[in-house]
């Protein structure tokens, strides 16, 4: 059984920063892509970023110079490092990853989600 946990979240004034991480256990053979969401009150859930096996990354615009990606490998987490933060920012945050769990089984991952509140 494969598990994501997220933590990191939190409240902050606009401007300020905060670190998301997200930590995969379990029966794990290898883990491809890795991403986070995000889920605004009202709103549809939307990607945020993703990073490959190989470090390769991608945002949404809005996002883009302001959110850093990264991953460990070695530890199976995945980080999201957010600065300049705004009001808009705010939602729960979840962690995805694609994770092979033997050599013919391999799955989508969520987490549970951690809430970024930012403040104006």
């Known amino acids: 059984q494969v598990q994501l946990v997220e933590s990191g979240g939190g409240l902050v004034q606009a401007g300020g920063s905060l670190r998301l991480s997200c930590e995969a256990s379990?029966?794990?053979?290898?883990?491809?892509?890795m991403g986070w969401y995000r889920q605004a009150p009202g709103k549809q859930r939307e990607l945020v970023a993703t990073i490959t096996s190989g470090g390769s990354t991608n945002y949404i615009d809005s996002v883009k110079g302001r959110f850093t990606i990264s991953r460990d490998n070695a530890k199976n987490t995945v980080y999201l490092q957010m600065n300049s933060l705004k009001p808009e920012d705010t939602a729960v945050y979840f962690c995805?990853?694609?994770?092979?769990?033997?050599?013919?089984?391999?799955?989508?991952?969520w987490g549970k989600g951690t809430l970024v509140t930012v403040s104006s």
């Open positions: 995805n990853a694609f994770i092979r769990t033997g050599l013919y089984s391999a799955h989508d991952y």
């Open positions: 379990g029966s794990i053979f290898s883990i491809s892509a």
